[in-house]
């Protein structure tokens, strides 16, 4: 069979989709980036494939610009074709930034983080995904007998992760009927979310590759256990120092930590349309649901909306540098960069108004009047997909973080989302959004 090497080079789009189109890789020059002609009406299509409304109609065009440090070059020694993809930045013909870049978004609120406070971001995001393998599975919760039924893949998996230069760390059978997750080392800055992006497209491409197919949608059955998506993040300065942790500060979390953590809090009603932006999102961001239904800061507490991660103290280890907090309520209908763009945005807010550290929630928030959580600073996140576009909306401060016209455009977009799955029932949302992501 003849063949000619390809290419692909994507953006992370706001349906939470890589979409991008492809050039010969022998047409790559030494040390030049990768481009494509891009069209900006491309931003409404959502994750149905419709086309929400949109104020550039059919006119306007863009540069898709590759960066070739985010390559995923996959050899999967199967016969079958090389995977090749980069990600890249949207930009106007003259080379500014596109407003709906999700990456020029992240890297322009990663500039904001450096300047108020003199830190870079270093983490990672925590997947689970859905894995449907054998008829009847209940109950192998962590069990190695439905580990050891999809090793083959789980090992194809985290190879193929080392070969995009992604850092595996560990896999496991989550709790959840056929549910696993698989977690990566950190790194920093925009690399936090490329490799995110990058992850779910190795993890697809491997279990193709073996007859599989794998789902990340938040929820795939009502009622079900979600799939969630964990930010892990701290902070390094100039000298690549930890300094998210402190061991005076209160759980060990420096003032930077608690402004940030205190910003993300508050904003986080007004916010979670970019972190859980999809309708069945809000039937996994519910109370004793282990995801995160209040605007609230735990410690080693998997209810919480933030979570301070544990530290090991054994043995000759490093606690600054494991310090870490996690966002909850995210998951894998979100581009992973207009995520976390929201959430160093929303930190940079509480850095810039020196919000205090929060306090801890230690007891169930979920039996506590609005009264009583309302003087805590503690609210109910918004309960449904329509209810949290409408804060965002509202939200005349999260729409100053962002380049004009921007929010408009993803209300749009995510209210025809809503639109196409009128009139169906949870069972179908649940499918629609299982075949989406
Ligand atoms: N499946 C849970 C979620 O929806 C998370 C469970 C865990 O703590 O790993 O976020
Ligand atoms: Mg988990």
């Known amino acids: 069979m003849i063949t000619e090497p390809l290419i692909f080079v994507a953006t992370s789009d706001i349906a939470g989709k890589l979409r991008g189109k492809a050039l010969l890789t022998r047409h790559l020059k030494d040390g030049q980036a990768p481009e494509v002609g891009w069209t900006p009406t491309n931003v409404q299509i959502t994750c149905f494939d419709g086309i929400a409304e949109s104020p550039y109609g059919a006119l306007g065009d863009l540069v898709l610009v590759g960066d070739m440090a985010t390559r995923a070059l996959l050899d999967f020694g199967d016969q079958g074709p090389i995977e090749d993809f980069v990600l890249g930045d949207v930009l106007h013909l003259d080379g500014r930034p596109w407003e709906c870049c999700t990456r020029s978004l992240l890297k322009s609120a990663l500039e904001r983080l450096q300047s108020s406070a003199g830190v870079t971001l270093f983490g990672a995001f925590e997947h689970e995904f859905h894995l449907p393998h054998r008829e009847g599975d209940k109950g192998e919760g962590y069990a190695l007998s439905a580990f050891r039924s999809e090793r083959q893949l789980l090992e194809t998996l985290m190879a193929s992760l080392a070969q995009a230069s992604i850092g595996p760390d560990t896999i496991m059978k989550e709790y959840g009927p056929d549910q696993y997750e698989v977690t990566v080392k950190p790194t920093s800055g925009v690399a936090i979310a490329d490799q995110a992006a990058t992850l779910r497209e ?34 390094r300065d100039s000298k690549d120092r930890p300094v998210a942790y402190d061991a005076a500060g209160p759980h060990k979390m ?148 962002f380049p004009d016209g921007f929010i408009d455009i993803y209300l749009a977009h995510k209210r025809d989302e809503m639109r196409t799955l009128a009139g169906k029932d949870d069972a179908a949302l649940c499918a629609a959004y299982q075949a989406a992501y």
Request: aromatic residues 6%; negative net charge; contains cysteine.
């Open 202 to 235: 190795v993890c697809r491409t491997s279990a193709e590759r073996l007859g599989k197919t794998l789902s990340f949608a938040p929820l795939v059955e009502p009622g079900g256990i979600g799939n969630g998506v964990h930010i892990h993040l701290s902070f």
């Open 254 to 401: 420096s003032a930077l930590t608690g402004a940030f953590i205190g910003g993300v809090l508050h904003h986080l009603p007004a916010i979670v349309a970019f972190l859980a932006p999809s309708v069945v999102s809000y039937d996994r961001l519910i109370p004793h649901r282990w995801s995160a239904a209040f605007n609230n800061l735990g410690a080693q507490d998997r209810e919480a909306a933030v979570r301070l991660c544990p530290i090991r103290t054994f043995g000759d280890r490093d606690v600054a540098a494991q310090f870490n907090f996690e966002i909850r309520a995210c998951d894998a209908a979100a581009s992973p960069h207009l995520a976390l763009a929201a959430i160093v945005l929303a930190g940079v807010a509480g850095i810039e108004a020196d919000f205090p550290t929060p306090d801890v929630t230690a007891e169930d928030l979920s039996l506590l009047p609005d009264a009583d959580l309302a003087v805590r600073g503690l609210r109910r996140l918004p309960t449904s997909l329509d209810a949290a576009l409408d804060e965002l909306d509202a939200s005349d401060t999260v729409r100053g973080w």
